[in-house]
Every structure is written in C-alpha cells, then in structure tokens.
C-alpha cells in the first residue's frame, strides 16, 4: 500500500521536472559532496532527472531507472531499450549486493555458424551493420524487474521524466553530433536513422535542439502495456520485421544481412537474477557482475594477482608495471574460461580463488615484461607460476556503452552499466519507434579461436555473448565503500581495475582516481598495450618502457562514474572532468 501512495505522489510531480527548458541544460560537474543522495552519468539532463528523483523521495533504483531512461534519449548510441546491461543493487537494510543480467540474447534459430559464410568469419565491420547481430534487449525488464524487487516507482512514473525529455528536446552537445558524424555513412544508408539523426543530411549542430517523439510515443507505449507490447506486441513486432528486413535506403551497395528474430524470442526473454561475484581486497569486499560478464571474474583475479604486493609503496613504475602484468593475465583467462553459464560450466569459483591468482602473481617479474601474448592458465587445476590451458583469443571488441552510479538517503546503491554494443550499435533505427537496436551478438567469438576446439563464448540459440561490463560495490563490512563502472568494452575492466588500486592502494581521492590518464593492457598480441597521451607522457612511462613496455596513443580510454561514501555519512559523486565531454556528478543537498 505504502509503494501505491509513494508512486501516486510521484507521478505528478515527475512529469514537470525542473528544467523545463531545453535552451538551459543542466551543468556538467566532475565531482560534488553533500547528502540525501547521488546520481553520476555521462550526461546532464539525465543525472538531473535522476536527482529529481531522489529529491522527491524516489529510492536508488528508481533514480536508477529514470537515469537510465533518460541516457536512452539523449545517449542514445551507446545504451537504450534496444540493449541490454548489468544491474548492482545495494540493499543498505539486508546490506547485501544482488544483481540483474540483463544482457540481450541470440534467438532460437542462432547457430556457431551465425557470423560464418562460406565456411569463412564475417568482416566484422558487416557483421555489426546488420540484423544478424541484433539480440533480443533486455533493457526495459531489467528497468521493470529493478523496480519490482528494489523500488517504489512503477516503470511508467519511473520513464515518464524521460519521456517528457524526449518530447521537449534537449541541448545538442559535441558528444551526440560527433557520434552521429562518426557513424554517419552508416546511419545514411537506413531511411529510419537518417531520418532521425541525419536531418538534412548533417547531425543536428551543436546548440540547437534534438527532440525525439517517436521515442517519446514508444516510452509510454511500453509502460502503458508493461512491457507487453515489446515482449510479444505491436513495438515487438516492428522490432522483428526492422531485423528481418533492415530498412536499407534504395540503392545503397552496403551488404545488410537479415537477422532471423522472431517474436517468440521477444516472448520467451528473461532477466536472470545472478549472485555477484566476490573478492577479498585488502580487507574489503569488491563485488561484481558475474557470467555472462566477464567483468567480475577479470578484475576480481587482476586484484587477487596484486593482492601480495604491497602497492601503497610500490614506485610508480612498479605499481603501474605490476598493473598492466595483473590485467594481461587476468585477460588470458578471461578470454580462455568466460561465456554464458547456462552453455558451459565458468569456473568462477577457481578464477577467483587466491590460490589460483597465487599461481599467476608469481610469473610476474619486476624487471621484465611477461611474453605477448599469455597463454591462459587452468583454475581447476591451479599449477604454480604455469600457464597450462592453451592460447587465449586476442580479438578486441569496440569501445562504447554507458555507466551510471546512484546512491540514495537511506544508503542503497546501484551500479548500473548498459549498451547497445558498438556506438550507434547496428545503425538501424526501429521505423517510427525512435530507438536503435543493438548489435551485441558481436560480442561472440565468430570462429573458435583454436580450430575444433569448443569455446565457451560461441554463438548458440538462445545464449548471452560475454561482456567486459564491470558496474562494482565495494564494502567495509558491510558498509559501501564505494561503486563505479564505465564503459568501453573490453578496456571496461580495466579502467575499473585501474580506478579500484588508484583509490584503494594510491591514497588518490576518488576523483583523481577517475581522471588520472589510463592504459588498458589486454593480452595484446603485440606486446603493446593502448594508452592515453598523458599516461605515455607522464615520468613514470619511461621507467616501464625501460623495462619492455610498449605504447600506442588511443584518444580517450573509458567515461567512469563512481560514488563513494565520506567518513561522515555523505555521499561524493564523481565523473570524468574531460573524457566523453565530461560527465555529470551531482548529489541532492552539496554541503
Ligand atoms: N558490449 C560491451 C560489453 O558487453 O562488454
């Protein structure tokens, strides 16, 4: 009863927010501390609908939601209800951590054959502009099961400030027109995305505004029917027919293959409630999204690599050597182990255990690079300082996706990371519903990386690709510690990793943690491992090339958002000060 009169009340206080103006968009702020709460995304408008949220009383994981909606509109070609993602949950009454998978899924008909034509893998570049790779979304039930089980809004009160985002329209920045320009030959060539990102045939300018009412319509549409109408109605069915028959512009050359979706995998689709996974880390509890993510496992045993080293008082170099050779291994085992439970057995349990991380800490040498690239090891059956389980796969994936961190009055918390894979995922709009779909199935291996050997990361009917996504939640008995995630596929797991040890094991503040300049070393085959200008800059990079550490520049690595909680029981929102334009910290009350 008292959940009706909460959502009553909200319901009408939600649909008016408070900036109403698309001309004043709310400010970007890269850290704030105060009370009553806390929202960090990527993006303004939406971090203010999620505080808007809070301040009237809404839980986290209302917040949470109405965030999340919100980024579907104005971030929309990284994450939207044509995706899927990881949902943590903090519960500060039972303070325990659960979790949401809601990743999106192969339909019946997939096959390990899915990206292979002529007895060949697909181009990727083709196999991601295509209905082949479309899962089925698991956005809007992971929204509507967070709801259930942790909030007090229903979905329509939760989406209904988004909605009205939508429709009014929001500030075009240099993020949303740079993305639509870097995919723009591709949104070209399908008439429902151009005709929504490419009016006139530019990206809509910087300053001006974007309003989406289709996507608007289609909102309300699905928490109208609960969902129904995606999961087996009208917005399901045109979902179906824009994957099977994608609507390429008349005389486009691009090759668009068909994906074989049919409404029955819309009906038939789950969230899937995990346990998260845990680790032990200098006394704290780290806990994570576990398989079909790899990003629990991965940063859990790249933690457990470093537990034996005391990093407070490592030298730069060192403490930065022994991260990259931490995450190079954990990368092995990743790529190795990792992929939908419900197909194979993930020995998360070994890959997370100290013995088998033991055995993995003590190839590791302070003077040498380790030999690109690494061989994964056996958590079975764990064998000191061997690597024993056969070559790992070194295919990089692409680098988008959103993260969003909130925290609430009453001390719960929520992780929250989410996709639609690739920016701009497939590049195909749903004609007349104002959304993208995502092309996660490139998430799957496309051939076994060892000819005839199973891997457990191929396609299959039914079946979850692995993800990197890592949302997190640190505790200190009990207590939060702190959360953060961000996206960038792969180099998700690293920028956690990386964001952890500087706040955990440097001393840094959170926010410096967040900004510091990153490198994301992924058992390259190489032996190069991708870096931000101002790491390859910085002092400490000639000390680690000495030892055999190569670099390449990569522009921007990761958008993190975190939250932690003071000594005194206040929360400190943090985002990027630069990265992706910079993002969005904010708390309910600053003092
Ligand atoms: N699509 C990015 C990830 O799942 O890791």
Request: charged share 20%.
């Amino acid at each position: 009863m008292l959940r009706t009169v909460a959502a009553l009340t909200l319901s009408v206080v939600l649909v008016a927010p408070a900036h109403a103006s698309a001309a004043e968009p709310p400010p970007r702020v890269p850290e704030q501390v105060g009370w009553g709460g806390a929202v960090s995304s990527v993006d303004p408008d939406a971090s203010q609908i999620g505080i808007d949220v809070l301040r009237r009383g809404g839980n986290a994981v209302d917040a949470a939601v109405a965030t999340a909606a919100a980024l579907g509109v104005t971030d929309p070609f990284s994450a939207g209800i044509g995706g899927g993602g990881f949902f943590v949950h903090y519960d500060a009454r039972t303070r325990r951590v659960s979790t949401l998978d809601g990743r999106e899924t192969a339909p019946r008909s997939a096959t390990e054959q899915l990206f292979v034509e002529n007895g060949k893998p697909l181009p990727f570049s083709e196999a991601m502009t295509s209905g082949l790779s479309v899962g089925v979304p698991g956005t809007p039930k992971t929204w509507q099961q967070a709801l259930r089980k942790w909030g007090t809004l229903n979905l329509r009160d939760a989406m209904a400030p988004a909605e009205a985002l939508a429709r009014r329209g929001f500030v075009v920045d240099k993020t949303f027109n740079s993305q639509i320009a870097n995919n723009a030959a591709r949104f070209a060539d399908f008439t429902s995305t151009r005709d929504l990102y490419l009016p006139g045939g530019q990206p809509p300018a910087v300053g001006s505004t974007f309003r989406n009412p289709q996507l608007a319509d289609t909102y309300r549409e699905l928490a109208r029917t609960e969902l129904a109408s995606l999961y087996g109605g009208a917005v399901g069915r045109d979902l179906v027919k824009t994957v099977q028959q994608p609507p390429v512009v008349p005389g486009s050359t691009r090759n668009v293959r068909p994906g074989a979706m049919e409404i029955s995998d819309l009906a038939r689709y789950q969230v899937e409630r995990r346990d998260p996974t845990h680790t032990r880390y200098r006394g704290l509890d780290v806990y994570g999204m576990a398989a079909p993510s790899s990003g629990g496992t991965t940063v859990g045993e790249a933690l457990n690599i470093l537990e034996s080293t005391d990093l407070s008082k490592a030298s730069d170099v060192q403490y930065l050597h022994r991260f990259l050779e931490s995450s190079r291994l954990s990368f092995a085992d990743r790529l190795r182990w990792v992929g939908d439970p419900a197909f194979s057995q993930v020995p998360t349990e070994g890959l997370l255990s100290q013995k088998f991380a033991d055995t993995r800490a003590c190839l590791i040498k302070p003077d040498a690079v380790l030999p690109a690239p690494q061989p994964a090891a056996d958590p079975n059956n764990p064998k000191p300082c061997e690597a024993t389980a056969g070559p790992s796969n070194l295919r990089e994936d692409a680098e988008r996706t959103t993260h969003l961190t909130v925290a609430d009055r009453w001390g719960n918390v929520v992780a929250y990371t989410l996709t639609i894979e690739a920016e701009g995922g497939s590049g195909i709009v749903v004609p007349g519903r104002g959304f993208l779909l995502n092309n996660e199935l490139t998430d799957f291996e496309f051939v076994a990386p060892t000819a005839g050997v199973p891997h457990p990361n191929l396609p299959g009917p039914g079946k979850r690709p692995r993800s990197s996504m890592a949302p997190t939640i640190v505790l200190d008995h009990g207590n939060v510690v702190l959360a953060v995630g961000s996206p960038g596929g792969a180099t998700i797991i690293t920028t956690v990793l990386q964001i952890l040890i500087g706040r955990l094991d440097r001393n840094m503040t959170l926010r410096d943690a967040v900004a510091a300049p990153r490198a994301s070393q992924r058992n390259s085959a190489t032996n190069t491992t991708p870096a931000e200008a101002e790491f390859i800059a910085a002092a400490a990079t000639a000390g680690l090339q000495a030892i055999g550490h190569k670099f390449s520049q990569n522009a921007e690595i990761g958008a993190a958002t975190a939250v932690e909680r003071t000594k005194d029981g206040r929360w400190r929102a943090v985002a990027e000060p630069t990265r992706r334009g910079g993002g969005a910290a904010r708390v309910v009350w600053v003092g």
